[in-house]
């Protein structure tokens, strides 16, 4: 199924960027971490975490980028490409959170010919707030053409 296009034209800064949420549970941990074979025990094993001074098991680095990227490319449509993106993991998700990913458009600017817009990402919960920021480069297509 193709996704809806937006073209770099259409864009304003500082506009929002459709983000959703989900409910961390035990399941969600449990099928993250078998699909991803991240077996580190400090994201299923209690003892281990709480040992190495957390106060729980956590959800991957890798699963919060995905879901960081799932915002951008959500957005971007099918046309729209994800150039460059760079995260901070200065929090934890964990279970009982509700993890909440959105995005901003900081600024958009035509580089070589290709139009880009560069955003502000991140993840939070109802815990901690902010717990991954991050920023995604992506070039879009332009109604007016370009050199991808």
Same mark, same amino acid.
């Given at each position: ?37 991240? /077996? ?74 290709? /139009? ?33």
């Amino acid at each position: 199924m193709k996704s809806r296009q937006i073209y770099w034209e259409d864009i304003e800064v500082e506009e929002e960027i459709p983000g959703y949420d989900m409910e961390i549970d035990a399941r969600r941990m449990v099928l993250q971490l078998s699909g991803s074979q991240d /077996h580190y025990p400090i994201h299923f094993d209690r003892n281990f975490a709480r040992a190495a001074g957390h106060e729980d098991v956590f959800m991957s680095s890798g699963f919060t980028e995905a879901a960081l990227v799932r915002v951008i490319t959500d957005w971007m449509g099918d046309e729209g490409w994800l150039r460059k993106l760079r995260l901070e993991l200065r929090r934890q998700n964990r279970i009982g959170d509700t993890m909440v990913c959105k995005g901003r458009v900081a600024s958009k600017y035509v580089q070589d010919g290709d /139009h880009y817009v560069e955003c502000e990402v991140w993840a939070e919960n109802q815990r901690e707030g902010i717990t991954t920021p991050g920023r995604a480069w992506v070039i879009l297509p332009s109604r007016e053409g370009s050199q991808r």
